[in-house]
Nanobody
Framework: QVQLVESGGGLVQAGGSLRLSCAASGRTFSNYRMGWFRQAPGKDREFVAAITRSGANTYYADSVKGRFNISRDNAKNTVYLQMNSLKPEDTAVYYC?????????????????WGQGTQVTVSS
């Protein structure tokens, strides 16, 4: 089992920045590919970003490309999501997820472990 705990959400004005963190425990963190997802009220959960085990490769949804940056620190068992130039449409609950073998990062049901989520609200 892998336990994931997100933090760093909050209320921010449009154009501002937030950094989300996801702390993992329970298994060897560096064995897991990590992802960030979000779910706005009344909408399906959607892929935001993913990172490979070493951190060498990252992937982003088109809607956040150039504004968000995913990174990880395997020594701290933590994955981050730096969010810049935030827009009201970025408002959602943000979740991190972990999986050892996933290749299709946008295949949401395929991810094995999920955190409880952290709320991000962007005011206009």
């Amino acid at each position: 089992q892998v336990q994931l705990v997100e933090s760093g959400g909050g209320l921010v004005q449009a154009g501002g920045s937030l950094r989300l963190s996801c702390a993992a425990s329970g298994r060897t963190f560096s064995n897991y590919r990590m992802g960030w997802f979000r779910q706005a009220p009344g909408k399906d959960r959607e892929f935001v970003a993913a990172i490979t085990r070493s951190g060498a490769n990252t992937y982003y949804a088109d809607s956040v490309k150039g504004r968000f940056n995913i990174s990880r620190d395997n020594a701290k068992n933590t994955v981050y999501l730096q969010m810049n130039s935030l827009k009201p449409e970025d408002t959602a609950v943000y979740y991190c997820a972990a999986d050892q073998t996933i290749m299709a990062f946008t295949n949401i049901p395929r991810w094995d472990y999920w955190g409880q989520g952290t709320q991000v609200t962007v005011s206009s």
